[in-house]
Each structure stands twice: as C-alpha cells, then as structure tokens.
C-alpha cells in the first residue's frame, strides 16, 4: 500500500513540476499578490488632501489651520473663500472633508466657552470620510491639550505595533489567504484535472484504493501548502520587516492543521467538478465568503449576531488569529492551542465528507 501511495505522489509532484504553467502559478502569483496586497490593501488614509473654510481672522483659528498643514496625514490644504467653494470641491471630489471654522470660532476658544467647528464629508465615500474626520478630530484634541497643558493629558501606547504600521497586520493576513488560497486550487484541480484528460479512469483500474487515491492528492498540496506558507513569511520578515516573536513549532502545528482543513474543502470541491473550470469556480465560490468573514477586510465584531455566529466554522479565521498573534505579540502555544482545535474539528469533518464524495462518485 505505501509503495502505491508513493508512486502517486510522486506522480502528483512530477505533473505539477513538469507543467511549465503550474510551477509559475506556484511561484509568481503569490508573490505579486503579497506585494500588491501589502501596499494596496490598506484601510489607511494618507496623502488625501482636504480643504478649510475659515470665517475667523482670529489667532485661534490660524494656529488650528497651521497644524493642519503640518500633518503628515494631508499633503495639501485647500483654503477656501466662501460656502458656494464648499458645494463645488464636495461635488467634483477633489476633497472628501471640508473644515469649517466659525466666525466666532477664537473669541469663544480664549473666554474658554466651546468653540465648535463643523465637518462637512463626503457620504459617497464614508469609510474615508470617517477616517478623515478622526484625524482632524485628533489634531483638535491635540491642539487643545497644548493649550490647556494642565488638563486632558493623555499618553497613548500602542502595543504589538509601536508605530501603528499597516503593514503588520496586512503581510500575515495575506500570508493566510495566499496559503488558502494555493491549498484549495492545487486540491480542487487535482482530481478534476484526472478527469478532464482522461486518466482518472486509469487510476480507477489501478490497484490503489479509493483512500489511497486521496492520501495520494493530499500529500503534494499539504506540502506544496506549508513551502508556499513559508515563502510568503520569509518574504514578509525579510522585506516588509513583519517582526516574528513567537514559536516556528507552533506556527507550523497550526498550519500544518489548517492546511488539512483546506485540504478537505478542496477535495470536496475536485470530487463534484468533472472540469477544471468548475473547480476553479467552485474554488472561489468558498475563498470569497472565507476572506469576507474571516476579520481581515472587516471586524467580525460589526457583523450581525446571526453572521458572527456563522463565522465560527470559518478555518480562516482562526487562523488569522493565530497567525497574526505568534507573528507580532508571541501567542502562547496554550492559546495558539485553543485556536487550533476548531480547525482540527473542521478538517476531520472536511476530510471524512470529502472520503464520503468521493466513494460515492466512484459508485
């Protein structure tokens, strides 16, 4: 049994290593994607210029208008005239937020009543909008603990991201979808691509067993997975400077679980797709929702109750816990523990109902 098991991995390995496109698709895409993703897919908003409509000649208003100018957060800062300017650089989308400082704006800040300033934002574009807005709020705050040095004196401290660099949270996050996402193809492809040529039917007469044939399509995609999982770590210490404080042993338990779940979900997927098209299909038809509910784009925690609670047979997500939390705080192995359990749960189940599948295709 373990020499046929053998002779079809290596079968396995030599179609997708002698296949000129799949050693690419290996390689290359996960790399353009880590690259593309850690720069591009931010939820940071910077070098976005906004514009000020000061009614006040006061000194107030200009020091509050100066240290708009001096943040890093706005590249420039358009000084407007009147509230017809307003309307125009809302509508044209030159700006998303206009500042608008009251005429009474310094006298009110120095007899210490409250001076209000309004924010005028762009609601086709909320999310930047709203960021936007707690910069500026933040520059207020800001400016009136300096001014009032004996009150309000907060000190921030951020942990497991000093600098609050994006960067950190998107390299592991990506790391686990790219590592998703190779597991599932490589699985999903595996047994529709013996159908689609025309040599499925040559393992059927063959004397591996139905198990062995899945053991033998899990091996290569398990490794294929954990050497790709590697890459995109290594690339993200080595070049996007992702700090690794916890243990490799208990990165590569988790992974090594995680995959297996993967496995299951792209085994199920090859066993109903008679075309490698289908299964690319049906590929997506899981990543998509995986990445949706797995915390990455959106906190779990502003989803519905009905959908947080779905989010729990979702392996992605706990991985991307478990991911993030050894790479930048040291998670200990007790809770990356914790974490891996549900996945261990969803890739026994994967993997049975996909062995069920499978033995019900062949019948």
């Known amino acids: ?32 994607q880590l690259i593309i993703f850690s720069f591009a897919a931010t939820l940071e908003v910077k070098q976005v210029p906004i514009a000020v409509l000061n009614r006040d000649s006061g000194k107030a208003s200009q020091e509050l208008i100066y240290r708009f100018e001096g ?14 300017q307003v309307r125009n650089y809302i509508d044209t989308q030159k700006v998303p937020l206009v500042v608008e400082i009251n005429d009474d704006f310094s006298a009110k800040f120095y007899s210490g009543q409250t001076a209000e300033i309004q924010l005028i934002l762009d609601g ?3 999310n930047v909008s709203q960021i936007l ?5 933040g520059i207020v705050d800001e400016y009136n603990r300096d001014a009032n040095t004996s009150k309000n004196m907060i000190i921030s401290r951020n942990w497991f991201n000093e600098n609050l660099d994006y960067r950190l949270y998107t390299v592991p996050c990506i790391a686990g979808v790219i590592t998703t996402l190779l597991g599932l193809i490589i699985t999903a492809l595996s047994i529709a691509r013996e159908r689609e040529f025309g040599t499925f039917d040559q393992l059927l007469v063959s004397p591996l067993e139905p198990m062995e044939i899945l053991i033998g399509k899990t091996v290569p995609a398990f490794i ?7 890459l995109i770590i290594t690339a993200g210490v080595l070049i996007f400077k ?12 988790s992974m090594s679980i995680y995959l297996l779940a993967v496995i299951g979900v792209g085994l199920f997927i090859s066993s109903i797709s008679k075309t490698q098209q289908q299964a690319i299909l049906g590929t997506f038809v899981f990543l998509v929702p995986a990445i949706l509910l797995s915390g990455y784009a959106t906190p779990v925690e502003n989803m519905p109750e009905w959908l947080q609670a ?8 706990h991985f991307l816990v478990i991911i993030k939390g050894i ?12 974490y891996t359990i549900p996945i261990a749960i969803m890739a026994a189940i994967n993997l049975a109902v996909s062995v069920q599948m499978f033995k019900r295709r062949l019948e």
């Open 327 to 338: 790479l930048l705080k040291d998670m200990p192995f007790i809770i990356v523990l914790q």
């Open 1 to 32: 049994m373990f020499n046929r098991i053998k002779s079809l991995i290596i079968k396995e390995f030599l179609a997708v290593l002698r296949d000129k496109t799949s050693r690419i698709v290996l390689i290359v895409p996960p790399i353009i």
């Open 124 to 126: 086709r574009k909320t």
């Open 224 to 230: 294929f997975g954990m050497l790709e999982g590697t």
């Open 310 to 317: 779905v989010t729990i047979i979702n392996p992605l997500k």
């Open 71 to 84: 943040s890093s957060y706005f590249p420039k800062v358009y000084h407007l005239v009147n509230p017809q």
């Open 133 to 137: 807005a707690g910069y500026v709020n």
């Open 242 to 253: 992702v700090p690794f404080h916890g243990s490799a042993l208990a990165l590569y338990f």
